[in-house]
């Protein structure tokens, strides 16, 4: 494929403007081509574990994000006045948000809906030093009316930052939609809506990094339930749920508690956190969500929210008990050949046996 559509297709009318970037963006463009098709084959044949991969399909025209990728060979370089240069585009003026760990093997480029670009760069470091040991453990239970209540009784509240936008983002879609198709105040306002939807986005990970850091640094372990996202954004809550951002968050929470040396895991989504009574571990069934507060019959009184954040710590403290995930059992071995299910009389039929036995 790359004889045929970027070696062949430079020396045609058609494709000549292939020449004018770097053969490296081209190569990287087939690569990620054949990284989406290894993904759905394996898939397809259950060697991916997870949701459905579907096939590659070309990116639509409505699509506004555009990346480009540069190796070592495309011999990019970040020269000492502090510019990034490209191959076949020239010396770029970078304002850096950090200085580079290492020497970078890639950059990807990067244009957003709003015209902003970045810079993405991949540099091999060393893992960040360890916090010094926390005392506490927290379990978190995350939620819509609260974000996240965690096992300690302190509640954070949602912030909703798409509700409160959303004022200014049905007026900016509404004089979209009045716009002429093709136009250039179409265009405009294009980017005034992908603006607002920006804006929003940035405020909700500024956010949810800063109470991640937050809870990562108190606590040397951290356990959440492993929410199923997607299937709670095709309820009527679909709005909110996406508002939130769980995922995100979870997210954040996973690879900042590897990057300093904590402990996080996720319990089964299927746990009954809301429904088992913190303090006698009884099962007093399923609740509407207008109930917050329920006594249990051994006399304890809890707040929904609170207990099902206990009820967390304690399923992973329960699961995370031995040795931090260590194998306790025997690792798996072959069977000697007189305990295998299969013998040498199996491979003959039930008649031959019986008349064996019967001379």
């Known amino acids: 494929m790359s004889k045929r559509v970027i070696t062949r297709a430079k020396a045609t009318p058609e494709r000549v403007w292939l020449g004018e970037v770097s053969a490296v963006v081209l190569q990287q463009a087939l690569a990620d081509l054949?990284?989406?098709?290894?993904?759905?084959?394996?898939?397809?044949?259950?060697?991916?574990?997870?949701?459905?991969?579907?096939?590659?399909r070309f990116r639509s025209?409505?699509?506004?994000?555009?990346?480009?990728?540069?190796?070592?060979?495309?011999?990019?370089?970040?020269?000492?006045?502090?510019?990034?240069?490209?191959?076949?585009?020239?010396?770029?003026?970078?304002?850096?948000?950090?200085?580079?760990?290492?020497?970078?093997?890639?950059?990807?480029?990067?244009?957003?809906?709003?015209?902003?670009?970045?810079?993405?760069?991949?540099?091999?470091?060393?893992?960040?030093?360890?916090?010094?040991?926390?005392?506490?453990?927290v379990g978190i239970d995350l939620g819509l009316t609260h974000f996240?209540?965690?096992?300690?009784?302190?509640?954070?509240?949602?912030?909703?930052?798409?509700?409160?936008?959303?004022?200014?983002?049905?007026?900016?879609?509404?004089?979209?939609?009045?716009?002429?198709?093709?136009?250039?105040?179409?265009k405009k306002a294009v980017v005034k809506v992908a603006r607002a939807h920006a804006k929003v986005a940035d405020t909700r990970r500024d956010w949810q990094h800063k109470l991640s850091t937050a809870i990562i640094r108190d606590n040397q372990a951290v356990y959440v339930e492993d929410l199923c996202v997607t299937g709670l954004g095709r309820t009527r809550l679909a709005k909110s749920v996406h508002d939130a951002g769980w995922a995100?968050?979870?997210?954040?929470?996973?690879?900042?508690?590897?990057?300093?040396?904590?402990?996080?895991?996720?319990?089964?989504?299927?746990?009954?956190?809301?429904?088992?009574?913190?303090e006698c571990g009884r099962i007093d069934g399923p609740k509407p969500l207008s109930v917050r507060l329920w006594t249990c019959l051994c006399g304890a009184t809890h707040d929904r929210d609170i207990n099902a954040a206990k009820n967390v710590l304690a399923a992973g403290q329960a699961d995370n008990s031995n040795d931090r995930g260590a194998q306790v059992r025997p690792a798996s071995v072959l069977a000697p050949r007189r305990e295998a299910v299969t013998h040498p009389d199996a491979a003959r039929s039930t008649r031959s046996v019986e008349r064996v036995s019967a001379l």
């Open 248 to 278: 995100g968050f979870t997210g954040m929470l996973q690879y900042k508690a590897d990057r300093y040396g904590r402990v996080f895991a996720r319990i089964d989504r299927f746990a009954p956190t809301s429904q088992t009574c913190s």
């Open 148 to 186: 996240a209540v965690l096992s300690d009784g302190t509640k954070v509240a949602a912030p909703k930052f798409l509700r409160q936008a959303a004022r200014r983002l049905a007026r900016l879609q509404k004089s979209l939609s009045r716009k002429v198709k093709g136009s250039n105040n179409r």
């Open 34 to 56: 054949n990284t989406a098709y290894r993904n759905f084959f394996a898939s397809v044949t259950g060697k991916r574990k997870g949701r459905k991969v579907a096939p590659p």
């Open 61 to 137: 025209r409505k699509d506004n994000r555009q990346t480009v990728r540069f190796t070592r060979n495309a011999r990019f370089a970040v020269l000492g006045n502090g510019r990034l240069r490209l191959p076949k585009i020239g010396d770029l003026a970078v304002r850096w948000s950090r200085e580079l760990p290492a020497e970078p093997s890639s950059v990807t480029i990067v244009k957003d809906a709003t015209g902003r670009y970045y810079a993405s760069f991949v540099v091999t470091t060393k893992r960040d030093e360890s916090l010094p040991t926390a005392e506490s453990e």
